[in-house]
């Protein structure tokens, strides 16, 4: 239950921060969400081998980082589960490359492990990417923005919403986990017969839920379609316009130039 508040709790606190960051901002969501996939785009065009490249595209994470002010180590707690995921899609690389490249010291250097390390700095670099787009555009400016890319208006409220009820899952889990552990104070955890009625019943209870916010929303005046009303001032258009055009100068650059590399050179 421990786990689920502190998720719970963690959904609230992203949405507080993207609120604040989406509010001071002076750039539209759209520009956020292109320089996003263009930096997503250029690095996965790396080749396994291209290491040096790769390790100049955390420019874009370190400056965004400093710029707007988000920490990097929460960002790790945050995102652990997914990083482990991505280390673990890397080891598979050990088996099928085995031949050497270089040595370091007395260690044999295969391609197997430099293309893991590439691949482990792909996943790396793309989840921090998604992660700092959510931080800094809030899911409902990313979902207007997504609209404005073309996205069926069905699947933008299909994302919003799923994100939107997350919350609702976790709730009436913790209160089912709840139950269950005032009901059997000696068990720890729920019992393996238990799991199918379990997951059928938080399934049910979670709908129910779920249909209830829905239809709040609905008296409310919900219209089916994420609604967003930002600046629509000239100054806003321009920085969002020169913030694209910087940064696609800056991955069109990374993407030939080895800076890591050339800075190595200079310094060795």
Not at 98 to 127: D, P
Not at 228 to 234: A, C, I, L, N, P
Not at 246 to 259: H, K, N
Request: aromatic share 14%; proline share 2%.
């Amino acid at each position: 239950m421990d786990r689920l508040q502190r998720a719970i709790d963690t959904l609230h606190e992203v949405d507080r921060e993207a609120e604040r960051r989406g509010a001071q901002s002076s750039l539209h969501p759209l520009a956020r969400l292109l320089v996003c996939i263009l930096f997503t785009l250029t690095v996965v065009s790396f080749s396994r081998y291209e290491l040096s490249g790769l390790l100049g595209m955390s420019l874009y994470l370190i400056v965004t980082g400093i710029w707007e002010d988000i920490s990097f180590f929460k960002g790790v707690y945050r995102l652990r589960y997914l990083f482990a995921a991505v280390l673990l899609l890397g080891l598979a690389n050990l088996f099928y490359d085995r031949r050497v490249m270089f040595y370091l010291g007395g260690l044999a250097v295969t391609g197997g492990m430099y293309s893991m390390v590439s691949l482990w700095c792909k996943g790396i670099l793309t989840v921090y990417a998604a992660y700092f787009l959510l931080l800094t555009t809030g899911i409902e400016r990313l979902c207007m923005a997504l609209l404005r890319l073309g996205l069926p208006e069905g699947m933008a409220t299909a994302l919003l919403l799923t994100y939107r009820y997350l919350i609702v899952l976790f709730k009436e889990a913790q209160r089912m986990i709840q139950a269950y552990a005032l009901r059997a104070p000696r068990q720890r955890g729920i019992h393996v017969r238990a799991w199918g009625s379990f997951a059928g019943l938080l399934l049910l209870r979670s709908m129910d839920r779920a249909q209830e916010v829905y239809d709040s929303m609905l008296l409310r005046g919900y219209g089916g379609a994420p609604a967003y009303e930002g600046k629509r001032d000239g100054s806003r258009v321009l920085c969002s316009v020169c913030y694209l055009l910087f940064w696609l100068c800056a991955f069109f650059f990374l993407r030939f130039v080895p800076v890591f590399h050339l800075v190595g050179n200079l310094l060795l």
